[in-house]
């Protein structure tokens, strides 16, 4: 569509079957389309979102260049925060289960803050248990810091972290992919797993249990080639399990900041230069 319509103007212009036409696509879709397209409610809704939040598409100039390298890049993305921290390099996304052992969070003090320091953004997804403690842990360390959803604005999820969504808006960046209104669905949080990893140098994983959802974005960081670590630890312990696997399987093992900032020294340029 954008390659015969560069500014996607003529198409409101458009009836169903010349939509069809013009663009190859069944008359069935094309009504549908036009039907959105010339839906009254729905064109008072995303100018009631682009009043409220920074809205970004994948042909505007701030989307992330990171972003339209992977598989299925949103084509969309709402935003709430600093928008120009998607730009910021490097990045790396820290997750693992949302029912971390107590030792989770000194494996953190272990690693994050010399990266902190080194100006790198945190990237997770807001769920209970790491998401929400590398967040945290950024914020508090004066630290960048950006949350993917699996739903709308409208709809925080878990609702125990309004609070912690309210503190990125003002001094990080929440963004999500579906609009404000749309509640978090199963399936959006594997779908958003794409984008925590899309947008990073590598994905750190600090616990994982052996059948732990956390190991779906690292199957999707190693599909979208970035770099792979996690931190390992006592094999009696089940949330280390799905981590001490993954480095049987050829993930970085990782003791020490400088374990990350090694390979980012030596990929910067070409990094750098991709995005």
């Known amino acids: ?93 820290v997750i693992g289960t949302r029912s971390p052992s107590r030792n989770a969070l000194n494996k953190m003090k272990l690693i994050l803050p010399k990266l902190i320091e080194e100006n790198w953004v945190i990237v997770s997804g807001m769920a209970m248990g790491i998401d929400s403690y590398a967040h945290q842990f950024a914020l508090g360390n004066n630290g960048k810091t950006i949350a993917v959803l699996g739903g709308g604005f409208h709809h925080i999820y878990p609702k125990q972290n309004v609070t912690l969504f309210d503190q990125l808006s003002n001094k990080g960046l929440v963004l999500s992919e579906y609009p404000p209104s749309q509640p978090p669905a199963r399936f959006h949080f594997p779908e958003r797993n794409r984008i925590i990893s899309g947008l990073s140098f590598g994905t750190l994983v600090i616990e994982a249990k052996e059948k732990s959802g956390t190991l779906i974005t690292v199957d999707q960081a190693l599909d979208q080639g970035r770099e792979v670590y996690a931190i390992p630890d006592s094999p009696t312990i089940p949330e280390s399990i799905g981590c001490n696997r993954m480095i049987q399987d050829g993930a970085k093992l990782v003791i020490r900041p400088d374990d990350i900032l090694e390979d980012w020294n030596m990929a910067k340029e070409i990094w750098i230069n991709k995005s």
Not at 29 to 45: F, G, M, P, V, W
Not at 67 to 75: E, R, V
Request: no cysteine; aromatic share 6%.
């Open 1 to 93: 569509m954008l390659a015969i319509d560069p500014t996607l103007s003529t198409i409101y212009n458009l009836t169903s079957s010349q939509i069809s036409h013009q663009f190859f696509i069944p008359l069935q879709h094309a009504r549908s389309l036009h039907q959105d397209l010339h839906n009254r409610t729905l064109q008072k809704d995303i100018k009631r979102d682009i009043d409220s939040y920074t809205i970004l598409t994948v042909v505007d100039e701030l989307y992330p260049i990171v972003l339209k390298t992977i598989k299925d890049s949103p084509l969309v993305l709402y935003t709430r925060g600093d928008v120009s921290l998607l730009q910021n390099t490097p990045a790396l996304s």
